[in-house]
T-cell receptor, first 116, second 114 residues
Framework: DADVTQTPRNRITKTGKRIMLECSQTKGHDRMYWYRQDPGLGLRLIYY???????NKGEISDGYSVSRQAQAKFSLSLESAIPNQTALYFC???????????????FGPGTRLTVL | QKEVEQDPGPLSVPEGAIVSLNCTYSNSAFQYFMWYRQYSRKGPELLMY????GNKEDGRFTAQVDKSSKYISLFIRDSQPSDSATYLCAMKGYSGGSNYKLTFGKGTLLTVNP
C-alpha cells in the first residue's frame, strides 16, 4: 500500500465551487506539505505543517487554506475555485530525524484538478 | 531573476550517453541541494542530495555543487531508457531565523532513446 495517499486523484469542478483535497500518510512523519505543479512553472509550495499545531504559508498560499486534522492527515481547500487553480497538486511528508536533516520528501501520487 | 533556474528541455539522448542536467540559483541562504526524479503521472522521488560543494556519487549518478558559482549539476552515466523522466533540482535553506524555504526548479524532461 502507498505510504502517502491523495484523494481524489482527478477532479473537475466549476468556478466558484469549494473543493477539498485530502492527503493521508502512514509514514508517521510530523511534517507535511502541499504543492502545485504547473507546466513551465515547476513545483511550488502552497502550505506546510511541521506538526499538528504548526501551519505555515508557502510561496503561493493566496486562495488556499489547509487543515491538519491529525498527524496523518493534511487537507487543502480551495474556498472558491478559479480557472488558474487548474494544476496538479501534490502532498508530501518528511521526517527531520531521517538521514541528514530530513531532506527527503515523500510525495503522494498527485491530484489533477481542473477548474472550468 | 528567479531564485532557481533550470532549463526545461526537453532533452533527448541515445542510450548509453552521458547526460548533464544543471541548475543555477541566486539565494545564498540555500544550504541543501537535491535532485528529484519524476516519472510520468507519478510524484517526484528523491534521487540524491548534498549540502557541500564538490561531488557526490551514487552508482551511475553524480551530483555536483559549486557554491561559489551557485551552480549545481546532475550527471547520468551510461543512460538507460528507464532514466526517461523529468528531473527537478530542489534547494532548501532557512532565512530570517527559522523560516523554512524550499524551492524547486521547473524540471528538465529527459528522454533516453533505445
Amino acid at each position: 500500500d502507498a505510504d502517502v495517499t491523495q484523494t481524489p486523484r482527478n477532479r473537475i469542478t466549476k468556478t466558484g465551487k469549494r473543493i477539498m483535497l485530502e492527503c493521508s500518510q502512514t509514514k508517521g512523519h510530523d511534517r507535511m506539505y502541499w504543492y502545485r505543479q504547473d507546466p513551465g512553472l515547476g513545483l511550488r509550495l502552497i502550505y506546510y505543517s511541521f506538526d499538528v499545531k504548526d501551519i505555515n504559508k508557502g510561496e503561493i498560499s493566496d486562495g488556499y487554506s489547509v487543515s491538519r486534522q491529525a498527524q496523518a492527515k493534511f487537507s487543502l481547500s480551495l474556498e472558491s475555485a478559479i480557472p488558474n487553480q487548474t494544476a496538479l497538486y501534490f502532498c508530501a511528508t518528511s521526517d527531520p530525524t531521517i538521514g541528514d536533516g530530513g531532506n527527503e520528501q515523500f510525495f503522494g501520487p498527485g491530484t489533477r484538478l481542473t477548474v472550468l | 531573476q528567479k531564485e532557481v533556474e533550470q532549463d526545461p528541455g526537453p532533452l533527448s539522448v541515445p542510450e548509453g550517453a552521458i547526460v548533464s542536467l544543471n541548475c543555477t540559483y541566486s539565494n545564498s541562504a540555500f544550504q541543501y541541494f537535491m535532485w528529484y526524479r519524476q516519472y510520468s503521472r507519478k510524484g517526484p522521488e528523491l534521487l540524491m542530495y548534498t549540502y557541500s560543494s564538490g561531488n557526490k556519487e551514487d552508482g551511475r549518478f553524480t551530483a555536483q555543487v559549486d557554491k561559489s558559482s551557485k551552480y549545481i549539476s546532475l550527471f547520468i552515466r551510461d543512460s538507460q531508457p528507464s532514466d526517461s523522466a523529468t528531473y527537478l533540482c530542489a534547494m532548501k535553506g532557512y532565512s530570517g531565523g527559522s523560516n523554512y524555504k524550499l524551492t524547486f526548479g521547473k524540471g528538465t524532461l529527459l528522454t533516453v532513446n533505445p
